[in-house]
């Protein structure tokens, strides 16, 4: 090799790791932005902050249904569910903006949505 072919692989290296850095500092900065919204029948029930020392529990019981929602340790999960087919269960933690727990027999949704996201939809709808 040649002496300009490790300084170009150097400074490929070095572009490479401050862009890495960049990318994980905007993350961390989004991640302060995002929120946990839990719906049933289409109607928002609860929001939370949602960062990676939120500890919240939320638990539905609605006309025989019952969803039961956890929120540690940055993910959040549907821990219990009375409904037949327990997808919503089956499913597992989510963690990341625009992730989606369903149970369709109960008409419940649990999502993770940055500020942007909703500015998004609240543009699209107007």
Request: proline share 2%; glycine share 4%.
């Amino acid at each position: 090799m040649k002496k300009n072919d490790m300084i170009l692989i150097l400074v490929v290296l070095i572009v490479g790791i401050i862009s890495y850095g960049i990318v994980n500092a905007i993350k961390h900065n989004d991640e302060s932005n995002l929120k946990v919204i839990i719906k049933h029948k289409g109607v928002v029930v609860k929001e939370y902050a949602f960062t990676h020392e939120t500890q919240k529990t939320y638990v539905l019981d609605s006309e025989d249904e019952v969803n039961v929602v956890q929120i540690k340790n940055g993910e959040v999960s549907v821990t219990e569910a009375n409904c037949h087919d327990l997808i919503c269960v089956k499913t597992g933690a989510i963690s990341k903006p625009g992730e989606i727990i369903v149970c369709l027999p109960h008409k419940f949704t649990v999502e993770i949505v940055s500020n942007e996201m909703l500015n998004e939809l609240d543009d699209i709808v107007e």
